[in-house]
């Protein structure tokens, strides 16, 4: 291998050169960081959700009079819901499943450096477990005594998931320990475990798709309305979803926003994660297209302006393959050069990354993979004009200059 | 040493054909020191061509010591070459992106030599064309004549047998040719064989035998030191 007269020959054309390191660096760093997402975007694909989703129903109603008594009105629809047919039980809540969005931290000390664990809190009745059809795993299960009612005071006991057990505790023992649902403030005591149920998109997108805690809590008004989440004899979700609806038509003061499947949420929060991973790769596709071509216009260029040399080499003896190798090694190196400083501008953000959103994207195998692939574009996209850089006949030299 | 038998090269295109050389027989020995010349377009270039295995041919046997090169593949003629043959030509054939040790080391590495023995190899005949201090430097640093001793350098240091010289004093002043010139005298009186293409009479006569190509067709010139002073009385 020639390399110290590559570098050398290289470093009469730096500015060329330069600019095919920085392509293939920031060809590499898209890719790479597009595929990394990509991949924990889909690392957390088509996890089981817990819950019959099939057969519970989600009603969203608005209610636009701020003078109406909401606590009431919800009462009465719940009242109206229940007597459906095929309404096994139903649960006001504030957040739905699949699309619990609002993530808090929860802590297990008062100091101010105490460690912060996400999840989900749902403010729901003592049906709940019942309309997601959870199982109770430990302690117990809240009662209607339990549910708060008062906007203004305080719950004093909490329920959590067996996965938030797990993240909180690392041997699950959770029950009857306590739990900050604020920072310093807002003690809780853990009274019940529950077998797992997804929350939501910005959780599930973390690995986190089971934390979740349930507070006994039906303090609603104006501004801070439920979702009804309705419980479904199987089947017959999708045949009563009219009925549901017309029970609302005949209300003063609110309006009908969504009702809809939960199974229709979920299949929600998967697509719009497909098209965003899709749309990454797509990106990192066009790149590499791009730069593919762009290596191998440079070695095109080359190959034109070094007719001549080439001759020569073939002249003194140079076999056809030694020519390939010649530009093969060349750009090789330029790649090599790229890679190296994609990768360092990868590991960059993919650190800044995990500080900022607590996750780690990082995949060293992928990235090795990626520098591979770019390599093997690169070996073709040098090949092509390569085969037009051997076809150099060596007689060029006895020609004029 | 290098013989060529019945040669004949024909360039085709669609509508013509050129018959650059002609049933070409020529034996050049071994020490010898020829000059070739004839007009432009007499098919120099392409006896060059074929003597230093650029082009391939069509017709009879070319000997070049004692291997007939005809039917060989780009490989073996690569390797031919590279062993064989040295060239020097008109317009030098530097690499210019490198400096002149690495130009010299190229044919070195195509036949695969160790970096010991490439660099001994370098730096002697550096040393020959008297050039030994410039090793870093790039050809463009250098004037013409000192190029052509740095193309010199590099067609000798693989000590092949032949030297093919195409015009080798043609871009140069009289003074840089002369030295050029005496240059290859001492490169054949140490055993390479020679064979020179040329205008330049007077360079022609300094060689040892004359072969003029005309038309495609190669004959030997008598000359002797005896008709050059009656023609210049």
């Known amino acids: ?401 | 040493m290098l013989k060529m038998e019945n040669v004949s090269k024909i360039y085709r295109t669609e509508l013509i054909e050129t018959h650059a050389l002609r049933k070409v027989d020529l034996h050049i020995k071994a020490g010898e020191f020829v000059a070739i010349t004839g007009p432009s377009g007499s098919g120099k270039t392409t006896f060059l061509n074929l003597a230093g295995l650029l082009e391939t041919f069509e017709e009879g046997d070319y000997y070049l010591d004692g291997e007939n090169v005809r039917g060989m593949n780009d490989n073996q003629l690569s390797d031919l070459r590279n062993e064989k043959i040295g060239f020097i030509f008109q317009s030098f054939n530097l690499l210019a992106d490198l400096p002149l040790y690495q130009n010299i080391e190229v044919p070195l590495r195509y036949r695969g030599l160790s970096q010991a023995d490439r660099k001994q190899r370098v730096e002697q005949a550096l040393e020959t064309v008297g050039l030994a201090s410039r090793a870093k430097h790039l050809p463009t640093q250098l004037s013409g004549g000192q190029q052509q001793r740095v193309a010199i350098a590099r067609a000798i240091a693989g000590e092949p047998k032949f030297l093919l010289a195409d015009e080798p004093t043609g871009n140069l002043d009289s003074l840089m040719a002369q030295q050029v010139m005496e240059l290859l005298e001492k490169i054949n009186q140490s055993g390479t064989t020679i064979i020179m293409v040329t205008h330049d009479d007077k360079l022609a006569r300094r060689a040892h035998r004359n072969i003029q190509i005309f038309d495609g067709q190669v004959s030997d010139l008598e000359y002797s030191v005896a008709d050059d002073i009656v023609k210049r009385a």
Do not use: C
Request: aromatic letters at 10%; zero cysteines; hydrophobic letters at 50%.
């Open chain 1, 1 to 401: 291998m020639e390399i110290k007269s590559i570098l050398l020959s290289l470093k009469q054309n730096k500015f060329m050169a330069s600019i095919m390191v920085l392509q293939i660096a920031f060809t590499m760093a898209v890719l790479s960081l597009s595929v990394l997402l990509a991949a924990a975007t889909l690392k957390e694909w088509n996890l089981p959700s817990g819950i019959p989703h099939d057969d519970i129903i989600r009603v969203t109603p608005r209610f636009y009079d701020p003078n109406m008594n909401v606590a009431a009105a919800v009462q009465h629809d719940l009242q109206r819901l229940q007597a459906i047919d095929g309404v096994q039980a139903v649960s006001p809540t504030d957040q739905v499943p699949f699309a619990a969005e609002v993530v808090r931290d929860v802590y297990l000390s008062v100091e101010e450096e105490a460690q912060s664990y996400k999840t989900n809190i749902f403010s729901a009745d003592e049906k709940l477990l019942k309309v997601l059809d959870l199982t109770l795993i430990a302690g117990r299960a809240f009662t209607f005594s339990d549910v708060i009612a008062d906007p203004d005071a305080k719950n004093s006991e909490v329920m959590i998931s067996q996965s938030m057990a797990k993240a909180l505790f690392d041997n699950g023992n959770a029950l009857d320990k306590t739990v900050w649902l604020n920072k310093g403030s807002d003690p809780v005591k853990i009274v019940g475990i529950y077998s797992d149920f997804m929350n939501g998109e910005t959780l599930n997108y973390f690995g986190k798709s089971y934390q979740t805690m349930i507070l006994p809590r039906s303090s609603w008004q104006f501004a801070a309305e439920p979702h009804y989440l309705l419980r479904m004899t199987p089947g017959l979700a999708v045949q009563k979803l009219e009925d549901i609806a017309t029970v609302f038509y005949q209300e003063q003061g609110r309006y009908l926003a969504v009702y809809e499947r939960l199974s229709r949420i979920q299949k929600r929060m998967y697509d719009g994660r497909g098209s965003r991973a899709l749309t990454f790769l797509v990106i990192s596709l066009v790149l590499v297209l791009i730069t593919s071509f762009g290596i191998a216009g440079f070695t095109s260029f080359q190959v034109n302006q070094r007719r001549k040399q080439i001759g020569i080499r073939r002249a003194l003896g140079g076999r056809k393959s030694d020519i390939m190798a010649y530009f093969l090694t060349e750009n090789s190196i330029i790649t090599f050069a790229g890679l190296l400083l994609g990768t360092v501008v990868t590991l960059f953000f993919s650190f800044e990354l995990s500080t900022m959103e607590q996750q780690n994207i990082l995949d060293l195998v992928l990235l090795m993979v990626i520098a591979l692939l770019l390599w093997f574009i690169n070996v073709v996209a040098v090949w092509l004009p390569g085969r037009r850089a051997v076809k150099v006949p060596p007689a060029i030299v006895t020609r004029g200059s």
